[in-house]
């Protein structure tokens, strides 16, 4: 893998990949399409060579919209072998989210999926773009790709250093922040995970996520480093997923917490027959892992779940390592991966010692290039060009990183600061908590008081308060951590692609707080 991973640009790596890897599967499908690496390699050649008879070359900006599927990472592919721009947005978004991203990045040229589970994406990108001066060129392209003459290929990029890629963070309740990646970047993130996963050509990984989130493209280069291959699920439906899963023999799935617990309500079903018998590998990233869930997964179903840390700004920060100890797994977020620096500093500036909670701080070649606007840079790394992180955590003895937080979801209670997710950890545990959120609410007396916020687990009778309390102590939390509040809702807010719970809305709607 050393030539791999010495590649300068991803189209180098797509290129190499095919000349060693030549028919083995790199994407499947339920349908029972089948995509080896050197026919993707070629596919990816005559669409490039197709974009460039629309008028898309070196440079050109361009937005995509579309679904996880085999079509989508080609054009993605092959606007990487051109050179261009790329601006993916989650197909999950609609008009508001997408307006925004539009007049924030104000492309050349928007690609589309036209007609997409009965939603006509084609009408909604040109009524946006003809609000926009110059208003870009609308593509419709579904599963029909436009095809080329390869002959008429400008060059490849020959360096990977230069802005490729641009995420935009949200665009909701505020202007959104554009994340500028290069090939370089997002395939050190690549690299990274693929080191830590220990992942060989014999696997089969899974994306049920969707492709046009950061976790997408740093997915599939992990693939192309590694050379397996991954299932693509178009619309997640869980039943539906693991029957794929058990069919094509998925040795590794996952996305994030909440995919987690949903494969795990699904072998629940059947106690005494794996629902994925090849099954070795449960990996991912996003939200909190609470340590039992680990354990959960572990006896229930015998496989490792192997959970990282990353972000938009750095898509793989950790991982942790299928050679990693039960309690390793269990109760951190893995090592840096490879190439990546971690410190931890405190509130007065100065490097944390083992084991001493701070502000997680990083660098390395995983680390974006910044944001497109440059005001935005000063606050977001430090004067020795560490980028902040805005998460608490610990890094322990063993070099394994703990989260412990969100800087901003620390509850000050009478002074006291109180970490969230130590509580939602405790939480979890209760048999009548399917799952819980704790947030901070105003409080005149206290400054904050804790609320826990719970689901209510399936079968279960609602927690009261004072079971509630009574879990707390019995788990030896100090007095002052115990929830004051507690909130029964249906279902937590969440968002739309890997499941991570908006506690924003829950200050909302339970504080009064924006």
């Not at 300068?8 to 060693?20: G, S």
């Not at 307006?99 to 084609?122: E, Q």
Request: glycine share 10%.
């Amino acid at each position: 893998m050393s030539e791999l991973l010495e590649a300068p640009t991803i189209w180098e790596l797509v290129r190499h990949r095919a000349e060693l890897s030549g028919d083995r599967p790199l994407l499947l499908d339920p349908q029972g399409r089948r995509v080896g690496f050197a026919e993707f390699a070629a596919e990816v050649e005559r669409v490039a060579a197709g974009l460039v008879g629309l008028g898309i070359g070196p440079g050109t900006l361009v937005t995509w919209q579309l679904p996880t599927r085999v079509e989508s990472i080609v054009i993605s592919m092959a606007l990487a072998r051109l050179g261009a721009v790329q601006n993916p947005i989650l197909h999950l978004y609609r008009e508001r989210e997408v307006g925004a991203v539009l007049r924030a990045s104000r492309p050349d040229f928007f690609i589309v999926p036209g007609v997409w589970k009965d939603r006509d994406f084609g009408d909604m990108a040109r009524t946006l773009s003809a609000e926009l001066d110059p208003a870009p060129t609308v593509l419709e392209i579904g599963t029909d790709l436009p095809y080329g003459d390869v002959g008429t290929l400008p060059e490849p990029p020959s360096s990977g250093t230069a802005v490729r890629w641009i995420y935009y963070t949200s665009g909701t309740t505020s202007e959104p922040k554009g994340v500028q990646h290069s090939d370089q970047t997002l395939m050190a993130g690549g690299r990274g995970l693929a080191a830590a996963l220990d992942m060989s050509p014999d696997d089969i990984g899974s994306m049920a996520f969707p492709y046009s989130h950061i976790a997408g493209p740093d997915y599939l280069l992990m693939m192309l480093a590694a050379g397996f291959g991954a299932v693509l699920i178009e619309s997640f439906v869980p039943a539906d997923a693991v029957a794929a899963y058990r069919d094509l023999g998925v040795t590794m799935c996952g996305g994030s917490t909440a995919f987690y617990q949903m494969f795990l309500a699904e072998q629940r079903k059947t106690p005494d027959t794996p629902v994925i018998p090849t099954l070795r590998i449960m990996s991912g990233g996003g939200a909190a892992k609470p340590p039992e869930l680990f354990y959960d997964i572990a006896r229930e179903m015998g496989v490792r779940l192997v959970h990282g840390y990353g972000m938009t700004e750095v898509p793989m920060m950790a991982m942790g390592s299928p050679h990693d100890t039960d309690e390793q797994l269990a109760y951190t977020d893995g090592k840096p991966v490879l190439g990546a620096e971690i410190r931890i500093v405190k509130d007065d500036e100065t490097v944390a010692a083992p084991d001493e909670e701070g502000e997680v701080r990083l660098r390395g070649p995983v680390v974006c290039l910044g944001y497109t606007d440059p005001a935005v840079n000063a606050d977001a790394f430090d004067a020795e060009g560490w980028f902040r992180t805005g998460d608490l955590g610990v890094l322990r003895p063993d070099g394994h990183l703990r989260l412990t937080g969100r800087l901003k979801d620390v509850i000050i209670r009478k002074g006291e600061n109180i970490s969230a997710r130590e509580l939602e950890d405790v939480l979890f545990n209760h048999p009548k908590v399917g799952d819980v959120a704790v947030i901070g609410v105003p409080d005149e007396e206290r400054g904050e008081l804790v609320c826990a916020v719970v689901e209510t687990a399936d079968g279960a009778e609602p927690i009261t308060l004072d079971e509630l309390v009574a879990w707390c102590k019995d788990a030896g939390l100090m007095m002052q951590k115990i929830p004051e509040r507690l909130e029964i809702v249906d279902a937590l807010p969440r968002n739309e692609t890997l499941n991570k719970v908006l506690k924003f809305k829950l200050r909302e709607q339970f504080g009064g707080t924006k």
